[in-house]
C-alpha cells in the first residue's frame, strides 16, 4: 500500500520540483496526486513501497535542513543589505494595493461592530 510521502499544498513550485529531482536521484519508487478541480484530493508525492520509507524520510529530512538553513541565510543576507520586504517598503512600492487592503480590513470590521455599535 503506498505511503504519504510529502504532500504539496502551499509549497512554491520550486521546492516541489527539488524534490521531485531529489526523489528521482535517490531510486524512489513514487507517485503523485492533485487534489483536482473542487480540491477534494490531496497535493501530494506518495511512495509506493513501504520499505523505503525511512531511507525516503531521511532524504527529505536532510534536503529540507538544507533548504532551511539556505534560505535563512538569503534573507539575513537580504537584511543585510537593506533589500529584505517590510511593510513600509511594500506601501511605497504599492501604494494602490495597500490603500485597497486597508479598505477591504476597514470595511470588515465596520461590517461586523456595526450591529453591536447600534444597540448603544
Not at 97 to 101: D, N
Not at 112 to 117: G, I
Given at each position: 500500500m503506498a505511503t504519504l510521502l510529502f504532500r504539496l499544498a502551499n509549497v512554491t513550485e520550486e521546492e516541489a520540483w527539488e524534490v521531485r529531482r531529489?526523489?528521482?536521484?535517490?531510486?524512489?519508487?513514487?507517485?503523485?496526486?492533485?487534489?483536482?478541480?473542487w480540491r477534494l484530493g490531496v497535493d501530494a508525492i506518495w511512495l509506493r513501497d513501504?520499505?523505503?520509507l525511512d531511507a525516503a524520510r531521511e532524504v527529505l529530512e536532510r534536503y529540507q535542513a538544507e533548504r532551511q538553513a539556505r534560505v535563512q541565510q538569503e534573507?539575513?543576507?537580504?537584511?543585510?543589505?537593506?533589500?529584505?520586504p517590510t511593510l513600509w517598503r511594500r506601501l511605497w512600492q504599492h501604494p494602490v494595493?495597500?490603500?485597497?487592503?486597508a479598505l477591504a480590513v476597514l470595511a470588515m470590521l465596520a461590517l461586523?461592530?456595526?450591529?453591536?455599535?447600534g444597540l448603544i
Open positions: 531529489l526523489l528521482d536521484e535517490h531510486g524512489f519508487d513514487t507517485y503523485e496526486t492533485h487534489a483536482g478541480f513501504p520499505a523505503q534573507h539575513a543576507d537580504r537584511v543585510a543589505q537593506g533589500d529584505a494595493q495597500m490603500l485597497l487592503v461586523t461592530l456595526v450591529p453591536f455599535l
